[in-house]
């Protein structure tokens, strides 16, 4: 008798991990109510090869990548690293791996466009002056600048 319910035991939980399985597979079905976003830059992060930080009060920082051969690789171009530098202010000791994921979250941002009929008066929401300015310089020579009020 204990095997007969050791049995039936098994396959309800069979059943339901299956049905578990199969429910989680389905793709989702896209909100008709949600706003659509679309990218705000047309950059890659792996484009980026300098960009300025500026704040009100306090003296610009500069970052600048430059690629170093990764210790051991052995042919050459391969096991290329990217490394970040702080050039300005001088002095300061970069941690690459953080400035590379800023870059890659700037890069894949999206937002909702706004159709505005008038220039916005960012003055009247608090946004002037910008309390944040990001210049950002690509390897092709392109420039944006991204301002945060």
């Known amino acids: 008798m204990n095997v ?9 939980l069979l059943a339901l ?12 079905k896209p909100d008709e109510k949600a706003i659509p976003k679309e990218d705000l830059f047309s950059f ?3 484009d980026v090869e300098e960009f300025t930080l500026e ?16 210790p051991g690789s ?5 096991g290329q690293s990217q490394q970040w530098e702080i050039t300005a202010p001088p002095g300061i000791a970069a941690d690459s791996a953080q ?3 800023f870059i890659e979250e700037i890069a894949g941002m999206q937002g909702t466009p706004v159709a505005v009929a008038d220039p916005i008066q960012w003055s009247e929401y608090g946004f002037e002056p910008p309390a944040r300015t990001y210049r950002f310089r690509l390897k092709n020579g392109k ?7």
């Not at 007969?4 to 309800?12: D, E, P």
């Open 4 to 12: 007969k319910h050791t049995l039936v035991a098994f396959l309800i």
């Open 17 to 28: 991990g299956g049905a578990f399985y199969y429910l989680n597979r389905l793709p989702e």
């Open 44 to 46: 890659k992060a792996e």
């Open 55 to 70: 704040e009100a009060g306090k003296p610009p920082a500069t970052f600048r990548r430059r690629s170093a051969a990764a």
């Open 74 to 78: 052995g042919a050459a171009g391969s």
């Open 99 to 101: 400035i590379q994921s």
């Open 143 to 149: 420039a944006f600048t991204f301002s945060i009020g």
